[in-house]
């Protein structure tokens, strides 16, 4: 059965000329999983906010052509018309609850709708049989887990039940056996018959569970009518085989010295005796599933927490580029944001680090009109430019693009060529591409401590498969 | 206990409006103890305790502010004795923030056919207060490391440099959260059901009817 359909459709935000969508043609049937790609910027968001209802509610500008949801045309639909039908999971795990509360938010698009309690309980005791929430219920949002949150977001979208789900980069929060488990609940909601569309950027999760493939480029869909066929198109695609991809190891330079010991350290229950030494030049990236104490051990490095137990031995702070570049950016524009907390730079160094960035152009925007990608290159460029010895990355990729992903791969190196770096990563090909060495954290210990190379392959393959089952 | 959120609304509408008409001398002392009668019968030991540390502080500074010269304490008893009279405000809106959902408390003001606009935009509000809190950490933690740490010695700096990404990130959350309300029906305009049971209880009523006759007891008779 058709679920949703567009005929020559397309969207031009108010204001602009060209449209950032255009003659969109699909149609999707129920049961159907259906991969949405394209690069950062393509249209994808735009195209997943047409389909959900969000376009033209609360983005304004010019619809043409039609799109019709069940046979029914969605431009005179209301938004909760169209909310009944379409369920939808954003990309941000912060902003996409509207309650603090894992069971008020589960009930709070059946609240609006007016359900009864008796409905209302009843809906959940299904949910409950098809996803593992059972744990989540009664508990604050802010405890849960990235890959918590991610299950109990599909839940509550699916609480009015939906015949269509949208899923906006459902994998740039999860760690690998999360990433996993979510397909083996998109395999079983498919098997309920409910229609898929899913944007990533990450596509091993998916393997061999996609139908179609629908690719925007430049504001356009082109529709491929199966995975193998997306693959064969010579789209620069992220792996869908992770551990067969083939491609070189990361070139190890001459270690330098130490820049960081840590000695015997432990923090609460989430850290139990680390003990390691970070290099210059040298790149280690820091594998562990959520709450294998990653964050901890970050934070312990950036002294934002001191040790129960053990010390930790480094002249001054690291430098943290953390994920959202947001909270990191205070400047009134790029140049001046070389400047905080480092004043009296040279005018020809700040101006060597943005050339290199390819940020010299922007000098004078405003640090945040600049798009994602160039937020992080600025991050980048202030941390070249700081007296850290050592630079901490947290989570670089998520939501990256392959494009975009190798080029984070060429500034880390380049930041490598002076200073060390620290990766905290769940993304494979990532810490493939990257990595000099690899340090695995289980359960607060440090498992495994090992330079990445043709021999050591193996055993990071084995540590993400151990991940994969260690979720359960 | 459970407060019907609808009350605590309106305790935390009431209460700022009467602190702004002094009444007799007994008026703080009334709206301190029914404040902290509300913390007590919802089970709030922990809070209830900071509170009463925090205005400990606060009547300690007013004391130590008699022993100035009279032209200098004059500026600085005017912002304690505010302070004085805001903490039971405070303890009011601690319970509305902390304790109750969004969900919640569009589901109590429902009955008052208020304007859907309005009631979203209150409850985009209150969710916005726990992450603000979060956001405030994030951003100082990255102040500390860039070597501008947020301090009070420098409080015009550190405000500045705080305020820019705090109000991006305000503009970015909004719609955000918008869009999630949105696309799960917040706009719907049928009558919204609750999952908690919100009937007025016979002591919701008893803590209206205490908070009313203190009023006239305290404001209105001097």
Redesign the interface.
Known sequence: MEMMRAVDYAFTYRGKESPALRDVRFSASDGEVILVAGDSGSGKSTFLKSL???IP??AEGRLDGSRLLKGEDMDKM???EI??S???V?Q?P????????A??EL???????????QE?ESRIGKLKAALPIAPLLDREI?QLSSGERQLLALA??MT?LPDVLLLDEPSANLDYSNAMRLKEIMRTLKGQGKTILVADHRFFYLNGLVDRVFLIEDGTLRVFESEESFRASGYNTRSFDLFGMDVPFHLHQPRGDPVICVDGISKWDALQDVSLSLYGREIAAIVGVNGAGKTTLARLL?R?LKPDRGCIHGEG????V?Q?A???????CVESELD???KGLAQEKKQGALEQLGLWGLRDTHP?DLSGGEKQRLQIA?AAL?DAKLVIFDEPTSGLDAKSMERVVREVEKLAREKAVLVISHDYEFIRRVADRVLYLKDGRLQQDFMLGPETVGVLNQIFVDMEAGSG | MRINPIVILLFNLVLPISIMFPGNAYQHYFFLTFAAGVLLVTGKWGRLIKFALAYGVVLLLTRLLEMLPSQVSMIFSMLVLISVQFIPCLMMASVLVLDY????I??AVEPLRLPKAFVVSL?IVV?YI??FR??FS??R????????PYSLWHPVRSFS?FL??QL??CS??A??????????????????????DMRMRTADYLLCAVLLAGIGGVVLWR
């Not at chain 1, 902003?95 to 603090?100: A, D, E, Y």
């Not at chain 1, 009930?107 to 309690?117: C, D, H, K, P, T």
């Not at chain 1, 702070?317 to 943290?320: A, E, I």
């Not at chain 2, 917040?186 to 009558?191: A, E």
């Open positions: 959900n209802g969000l509610e609360i209301p938004i909760y909310s009944r379409v369920g939808s954003f941000n912060r902003s996409q609850f509207f309650t603090l509360h069971t008020s009930v709070f698009a059946m609240e609006n709708y007016g359900l009864s309690r209302m802010a509550s979208a009015l950036t934002a702070l690291p430098f943290c953390m959202d947001d909270f990191q950016l205070f400047g009134t905080i907390g480092h945040f202030v700081s | 959902t969004a969900g919640e569009i589901s409850a969710r726990p992450t979060k956001e994030f951003i933690e990255s102040m500390r490391l860039r070597g501008v440099l820019v990404p991006f990130r970015i959350l719609d955000e959260i918008t869009s999630a309300g949105m696309t799960k029906g917040m706009t719907n305009p049928t009558r919204r059901s609750s999952y908690v």
